[in-house]
């Protein structure tokens, strides 16, 4: 499934669409630093009581490139210009020891450009 956040040219808002259908509006005031953006990325929290440990991500696995264990997308791609063409996201790896995300690039027909992300949580 394809996602896009696109930007009005006239009101500067963003539109989030999702296998062609729009689902989100987002409005430029709460973007003070996006009127020309530079780049884009992905991410996730997960957030508890303090004190409390923190809970699995996904399905609790760290990603290990085999998709029935981490959670995953698929078929990401990057719209850079209203040409209609989408580009793969450049690699990427991140870890903070309770959970992690794994961009491995084209993994063929089923899978396309994709990442797995997740990780069991843990004591902070």
């Known amino acids: 499934m394809l996602w896009t956040c696109t930007q009005d040219r006239t009101s500067h808002n963003w539109w989030l669409t999702v296998a062609d259908k729009t689902i989100g509006y987002f409005p430029a005031a709460i973007f003070s630093d996006m009127a020309k953006p530079s780049g884009m990325g992905w991410g996730g929290f997960t957030r508890t009581p303090a004190g409390t440990s923190s809970p699995p991500m996904g399905s609790g696995h760290y990603p290990d490139k085999d998709f029935v264990h981490a959670s995953y997308f698929r078929y990401v791609g990057v719209q850079v210009d209203d040409s209609g063409k989408y580009y793969p996201p ?17 993994q063929g027909e089923e899978f396309g450009y994709s990442l797995q992300f997740g990780g069991p949580g843990c004591n902070n």
Do not use: A, F, M, P
């Not at 790896?93 to 309770?98: I, L, M, T, V």
């Open 90 to 106: 450049r690699h990427d790896e991140y870890s903070n020891g309770c959970y992690g995300v794994t961009y491995y690039g084209d």
